[in-house]
C-alpha cells in the first residue's frame, strides 16, 4: 500500500526559488500545491484541502502575514510555517501573531525546514488524536471524564456543563501549546463573535477555580491569540 503523501499548500513569488522548493518538497514525499502571489493562495485554499500551508511574507497583492490571518479566519487550527529573508524579532513576531506554528529564514537548511513540517504535522496529528479519541485526561490532582461530564479532585467529583467539558477537553489536548481562540469558539459556541468570545471568559475563569487545589496547574491567556494550559502532569486513558 502506497504512503499517503501530506498535503502542502506553497505560497511562494519567486518562480525560481519557488520551483525549487516544490521540487525538493515533493522528493520529500509531499504533495506540493504551488501558488505564485497571495490571492491564488488563499483562492486555492478554499478548493482543495491541505494539511500544512508554508508562505512566503513578500509577496504581492496580499502579503504572507494577510494571507495567514485570512486562512485562520477560515480554519484557525490549520498549521502554518513561514518562509521569509526578514529576520527582525518585529517580523519573527508579526509571524507568531498571526498564528504561525513556526519561521524559518531564508537561506535556510533544507533538511532543517523538513524537519520542522513533520514536527509540525506530528504534533498536529497528536493533537487532533487527543480531541477525538481520548474519553478522559488525567491532570495533576484531577481526572476529567468526558462521557460521565465529571472532574475528580481532592475536594471530591465537579459535574461539569457540557460547555466546561468541551473547553477542558480542548485545554488538555492542546496541552502545553496554545489553544486559538477562535477554534475553541466555534468548535463549542458556533461562532466567534464578541458575546461568545465574553461567554468563553466566564467559562474559563470557572474551569481556573475548578483546578484551584493543584497549584502546579495554570491557564495562560496569550493575548490576541488565545490560552495556554501549563502542566507537566498530564497523560490521557
Aim: aromatic content about 10%; proline content about 3%; glycine content about 6%.
Amino acid at each position: 500500500m502506497s504512503k499517503v503523501k501530506h498535503k502542502i499548500l506553497l505560497a511562494e513569488d519567486d518562480e525560481g526559488f519557488g520551483e525549487l522548493l516544490k521540487n525538493y518538497l515533493e522528493l520529500n514525499d509531499f504533495d506540493v500545491c504551488w501558488c505564485k502571489n497571495g490571492i491564488e493562495a488563499f483562492k486555492t485554499f478554499h478548493k482543495k484541502v491541505f494539511d500544512i500551508c508554508l508562505l512566503d511574507i513578500m509577496m504581492p497583492d496580499m502579503n504572507g502575514f494577510e494571507l495567514a490571518k485570512e486562512i485562520k479566519q477560515n480554519k484557525a487550527d490549520m498549521p502554518l510555517l513561514f518562509l521569509s529573508a526578514k529576520s527582525l524579532k518585529e517580523d519573527l513576531l508579526a509571524g507568531y501573531q498571526c498564528g504561525a506554528d513556526d519561521y524559518i529564514t531564508k537561506p535556510f537548511d533544507s533538511e532543517l525546514l523538513i524537519y520542522k513540517i513533520n514536527a509540525i504535522l506530528k504534533r498536529t496529528q497528536l493533537t487532533q488524536a487527543n480531541i477525538e479519541n481520548k474519553s478522559s485526561f488525567v491532570i495533576g490532582k484531577y481526572k476529567l471524564d468526558i462521557n460521565l461530564r465529571l472532574l475528580y479532585g481532592p475536594q471530591g467529583e465537579q459535574k461539569l456543563s457540557p460547555k466546561e467539558t468541551e473547553l477542558l477537553h480542548l485545554l488538555c489536548a492542546y496541552i502545553d501549546n496554545v489553544l486559538p481562540r477562535e477554534l475553541a469558539l466555534k468548535n463549542i459556541w458556533g461562532n466567534d463573535d464578541y458575546f461568545s468570545g465574553r461567554s468563553m471568559d466566564v467559562y474559563i475563569t470557572k474551569i481556573r477555580k475548578y483546578l484551584k487545589d493543584d497549584p502546579s496547574l495554570e491557564i495562560i491567556n496569550i493575548h490576541g491569540k488565545g490560552y495556554r494550559f501549563n502542566t507537566n502532569a498530564i497523560r490521557a486513558n
